[in-house]
């Protein structure tokens, strides 16, 4: 199998887990939470610091969740995640999305929470995510779509982060505007049975706004986003200072509000005849 990869523009410098860590199967897979049974065995695709992942195991209590992620160090924090809730049906592996190390028809959903975004080749990941999933299973995705980011006011300097964030991202081989893509590649992948819906976060609290302004102004500065922007001729140092500033701004602005756009799709795997 061709391995099709981008490179993931965020990193894992603690400004990105700290949003990761924020994320549970409440607020980012309520798409899919009504479809599971308690007996499921299901893989998490990505699962990063493992809380979506653990909130996955607490709905399946007779069955199974195993989380993988490229990146081994992140794979710790899950485990460690893990062992804290004192899960026993949760386990961690290191993985990579377009060769995944099961047999066929191994689980009864596969699950991914913004990672189509950042791979190169989406369409052979979920095939590759149907080919471990049982027949009748579902292949569920969820993804950002940062052309749908919506905020309020418009503060100097925001437009620049969004249009900067997508240049960056494509130049590493991802897809910034994934969410209003995943139905097509679903069907490009061979899926007949596809429902699609969306979902958004708000922040619009003065805490809410706090953290999600101050994460991206650290993620601006100090990630390899950052790193990825100046080293890729995308921006100056000069201009993520500007940047982080804008969003410090925002951060502090009584009226401030900000939607980020999902899709979501579920796709259910035929059945053998």
């Known amino acids: 199998m061709k391995h099709e990869t981008a490179v993931y523009t965020h990193g894992h410098h603690e400004s990105v887990?700290?949003?990761?860590?924020?994320?549970?199967?409440?607020?980012?897979?309520?798409?899919?939470v009504g479809e599971l049974l308690p007996h499921m065995r299901i893989l998490d695709v990505g699962c990063g610091p493992g809380t979506i992942t653990a909130g996955l195991a607490e709905l399946v209590p007779q069955g199974e969740v195993v989380g993988v992620d490229s990146e081994p160090g992140v794979v710790d924090q899950a485990r460690g995640e893990a062992e804290r809730r004192g899960l026993r049906n949760v386990a961690f592996a290191t993985a990579d999305v377009h060769a995944l190390d099961y047999p066929d028809a191994s689980f009864c959903v596969v699950h991914a929470h913004q990672v189509l975004q950042h791979v190169g080749d989406p369409v052979g990941a979920l095939r590759e995510m149907r080919r471990v999933t049982k027949p009748g299973g579902i292949v569920a995705a969820r993804d950002a779509d940062f052309g749908?980011?919506?905020?309020?006011?418009?503060?100097?300097?925001?437009?620049?982060?969004?249009?900067?964030?997508?240049?960056?991202?494509?130049?590493?081989?991802?897809?910034?505007?994934?969410?209003?893509?995943l139905h097509a590649w679903a069907r490009e992948a061979g899926f007949t049975d596809v429902r699609s819906s969306s979902s958004t976060w708000c922040y619009a609290s003065?805490?809410?706004?706090?953290?999600?302004?101050?994460?991206?102004?650290?993620?601006?500065?100090?990630?390899?986003?950052?790193?990825?922007?100046?080293?890729?001729?995308?921006?100056?140092?000069?201009?993520?200072?500007?940047?982080?500033?804008?969003?410090?701004?925002?951060?502090?602005?009584?009226?401030?509000?900000?939607?980020?756009?999902?899709?979501?799709i579920l796709c259910r795997v035929p059945r053998v005849p």
């Open 148 to 181: 749908g980011m919506v905020w309020y006011p418009d503060v100097p300097g925001m437009d620049d982060w969004l249009d900067l964030y997508r240049r960056v991202a494509r130049a590493n081989g991802g897809a910034p505007d994934a969410g209003r893509r």
């Open 206 to 264: 003065p805490e809410d706004r706090a953290w999600w302004s101050g994460l991206w102004a650290d993620r601006t500065l100090h990630s390899s986003y950052a790193r990825l922007a100046v080293d890729g001729g995308h921006a100056t140092q000069a201009d993520l200072e500007r940047i982080a500033g804008a969003w410090r701004e925002w951060g502090a602005r009584d009226d401030g509000w900000f939607s980020v756009l999902h899709g979501e």
């Open 17 to 32: 887990l700290r949003s990761h860590r924020w994320r549970t199967a409440a607020n980012s897979a309520a798409y899919l």
